[in-house]
């Protein structure tokens, strides 16, 4: 995930040189927290938030609770990732929602920030939050600005509402206390009201701003701001706060931000929360933001919370419960095997997803040349075949894989390639399902985890262990070597248990494990 790239791999790198320090003394603090500063000021964070950040920082890592420690390195992690939570806002703001609905919500920002796509997500993630939301056109001025929240009101499958062409046509202030109006009518629960912004801040665009507010008294007013603009998303913050003292921030363009200093800078300099933040293009990357999990991002600590609700949106239980059965009697299919990939891309980009996980800030070229077309080329496949053929891929003879390859546009390789992946699947799947771990060809066994075989192994080693009596024949005798550990996440050693990030060859398993077989 690019989401503030540049600043994860400086902050990790940081760490790395705490790794073989037993203790760290008042220099080795001073030179991180130095480097820490240096790495926040490039990724256009004020100057007074970082001032302020890194005196926190260098004041509890030369305290008692890092001088105590078992591992003082991963002590001053775990110091910055609380210090950063608590620039981000420290606990998650929800939407404030109305007493008497509809919750009306107006946007604001500059022009190009993204307010009209911003309230199409909006309003898609509120309605499959289960409300009934209603967008307003109130920006009469830029061209075509009605027309795009229609289509994008469209897309997400939710109500416009839309009295006047704009172009420079109409009163927004009337059509934003019509649109509030309407809502109440028609029983709508939600009201988006968006706005006009110009390419900086004016005095005019202020006062429309105000005067939208105080028609229709807004329950939220959130400031929607482009994460990409650095340095100046503190002065145009300040200059909102101050126009129409909005209550909440939203962040767009987060898929692209290297830097990613206007969320360390907004929410330290003004004070408001961070509610939400648009990570790509598509109506689906919309997020509430959670500052712990931002922080963890951050410092390659991974997402897995995020990751989990993701996958829970998209995958049905009760498909999942009739797959596991399938599994324990020996009937998965390739039909399941097909229904279980379309489930696992509705959860969205699978790049985005493998993102979350700790460690993967130092895969970002492995996970960049991912190819999620891959699993579309899967089920163009599977799609070629028969029912017949798809219950039991034993049947698949040459003539039929020819055929086959031909209805999907793929090559007989490729055929072979994918049965022999459903194959290996499927034997892990039931290994799992009979309370095993399995072995990922090309990756080896979980750590602390007794994989399938393990009985066999357990023998091996014990068989290696014994030493002849003899002298002479004891010399000769190899004595292995203890496994070297694993590092985490942020290079300080394997010292919790968890598993060492996955190497480029562990990537290229898992792209073939996922369809990466196919090309």
Known sequence: MATFGTLSTRLTDTFKNLRAKGKLSAADVDGTVREIRRALLEADVSLDVVKDFTGKVRERALGDEVNRALNPAQQVVQIVNEELVE?????????????????VIMLAGLQGAGKTTLAG????????????PLLVACDLQRPNAVTQLGVVAEQAGVAIFAPEPGNGVGDPVKVAKQGVAEAK?????????DTAGRLGVDAEMMKQARDIRKAVDPDEVLFVIDSLIGQDAVATAQAFQEGVDFTGVVLTKLDGDQRGGAALSIR???????LFASTGEGLDDFEPFHPDRMASRILDLGDILTLIEQ????????????????????EFTLDDFLGQMQQLRGAGSIKKMMGMLPGMG????????????????????IQSMTQEERKNPKILNGSRRLRIAKGSGMTVTDVNSLVQRFEQAAKMMKTVARGGMPQIPGMGPMPGMGGHGGKKKQQQKGK?????????????????AP???GGSGFGLGNTGGAAAAPSPEEMEKLQQMLGGGLR
Not at 268 to 274: D, F, K, L, M, Q
Not at 464 to 480: L, V, W
Request: glycine share 8%; charged share 35%.
């Open 464 to 480: 290696g262990a014994k030493r002849s009596g003899n002298p002479a024949k004891r010399a000769q005798t190899p004595i292995e």
């Open 268 to 274: 330290g300099v003004t004070g408001r929360p961070i």
């Open 311 to 330: 996958a829970q949106s998209a995958f049905d239980e009760d498909e999942a419960k009739k797959v596991a059965e399938k599994i324990a009697k020996d």
């Open 87 to 103: 620039v981000l806002g420290g606990d998650q703001r929800r939407l404030q929602f109305a007493k008497n609905p509809p919750t």
């Open 362 to 381: 130092k895969m970002k070229d492995q996970l960049e040349n991912f190819d999620e077309r891959e699993i579309i080329r899967t089920e163009a496949i």
């Open 185 to 193: 009518a028609k029983q709508y629960d939600f009201v988006i009201v």
């Open 483 to 485: 496994a070297p550990q």
């Open 121 to 132: 997500k909006l309003a898609k993630w509120l309605k499959g939050q289960g409300h009934t």
